[in-house]
């Protein structure tokens, strides 16, 4: 590439060898798209001094959340992974006490069953990447007999799908299980009319520099109860009792998001549906491209949901003329980032104990998918780029 570019005065060989053709700039996955006023608001929050922990936009970032997601109370934090070990924590789980969850997912949605020392059971994903909630049931049934019920399950809203948390919640509800959801990629996503998260007990989201918004990193935990959002706040705070001297009963976490971060957050609120207006219409002009190329697939949305498209995925059957990989390493050829479908948990060697519920699926989403660049600020010409890529390729 930078071969065919014409000498540029004053570079050495190095910053030479580094120049890309217009044509050819980096396209990322999912990278952060800022609107402008995040920047005024983080310069009015180091006007106010408040650069330390929390602050003022904390509050404002929390009740934006709350806002948008109907749920009454929430706590920002410094991570998705965060929010799900609170919550865990808050369920009160115990060493030994199971917790169910979706094996497809991003190991920081999974790994804090471990910090917990519970023994996590994986379940296998519907054809829209979602826990399959009839092997739910239908283990809930036979673990209820055994009296070996979880203590809690964890749904993943996959890609901006959403969990059917009216179905999920009467589960739990029916067996005395807590439910989590782990809404880190359905920020901005909808099932029914209502957000990504609400229904559950508790509800975690991400901010980090990859999501359809972000506050460069960070996380959130809501829920509606008021007592297990405040226990949040004091958790995420090392468990400060009040007291002048630093005085704990318990140990907590240092967790809390920063008062710049919640900045960020703040406008990144602001734009939410702008962001998932594109990443869907991004969806749309994929599909539109190439679903009909043989044996070509999309992620399919559940119905009743509108997914926020966080990336858009591709599937790619025996009958295609290549395979994820050579789709990858093509585009990569042309400076254009890919990536797989997660890798399932009960696939890891981390989880190579854990048991797992179900079949197939989420081991084949893994090895025929592929996450295509879905930025909001992927410009028309940028996107009509991939396309035509993936157009050659898949010919
Ligand atoms: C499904 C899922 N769960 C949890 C997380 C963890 O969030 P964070 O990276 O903010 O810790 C992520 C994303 O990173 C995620 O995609």
Request: glycine content about 8%; aromatic content about 8%; proline content about 5%.
């Amino acid at each position: 590439m930078s071969s065919e570019l014409p000498r540029r005065p004053g570079l050495d060989e190095t910053a030479q060898s580094l120049l890309v053709a217009p044509s050819e700039t980096k396209l990322w996955l999912s990278s952060p798209h800022m609107s402008g006023r995040e920047l005024e608001l983080v310069q009015d929050a180091f006007k106010s001094n408040f650069v330390a922990p929390l602050g003022p936009m904390v509050d404002r970032f929390e009740a934006a959340l709350s806002a948008d997601t109907g749920i009454a109370h929430v706590a920002a934090l410094s991570s998705g992974t965060g929010a799900i070990h609170l919550a865990l924590r808050l369920a009160e789980v115990q060493q030994g006490d199971e917790v169910w969850g979706s094996s497809l997912t991003f190991i920081g949605g999974a790994a804090p069953i471990f910090y917990e020392k519970a023994v996590p059971v994986l379940f296998d994903c519907d054809a829209c990447g979602l826990i399959d909630l009839d092997l739910v049931e239908e283990a809930l049934a036979t673990a209820n007999r055994l009296g070996r019920l979880p203590k809690v399950l964890i749904t993943t809203d996959l890609y901006g799908n959403v969990v059917d948390l009216d179905r999920a919640s009467a589960l739990c509800r029916r067996y005395g299980v807590i439910l989590i959801s782990d809404s880190a990629e359905a920020v901005g996503s909808k099932f029914k009319g209502r957000a990504a998260g609400y229904g559950a007990d508790f509800a975690a989201y991400s901010f980090n520099g990859n999501k359809i918004i972000t506050t460069s990193g960070g996380g959130a935990l809501a829920s509606d109860n008021k007592n297990l959002i405040e226990r949040a706040r004091f958790l995420a705070t090392q468990a400060r009792d009040p007291a002048p001297h630093y005085q704990h009963t318990t140990f907590g976490y240092n967790y809390r998001m920063s008062n710049i971060c919640a900045a960020i957050g703040v406008g990144q609120m602001e734009v939410l549906a702008q962001r998932v207006a594109r990443r869907r219409a991004i969806f749309r002009q994929y599909q539109d491209a190439l679903a009909l190329k043989n044996d070509v697939s999309f992620l399919p949305e559940p119905v009743g949901g509108v997914a926020n498209r966080w990336l858009s995925v591709l599937f790619l059957g025996g009958d295609a003329k290549v395979t994820p990989s050579v789709v990858m390493n093509a585009l990569a050829a042309h400076n254009i980032e890919c990536r797989p479908v997660w890798k399932p948990m009960h696939l890891q060697p981390v989880f190579k104990d854990a048991r797992f519920v179900g079949g197939r699926c989420a081991g084949n989403m893994f090895e025929r998918g592929l996450c295509l660049p879905s930025g909001s600020n992927m410009r028309d010409d940028e996107l009509a780029r991939v396309i035509d890529l993936l157009g050659v390729t898949l010919n």
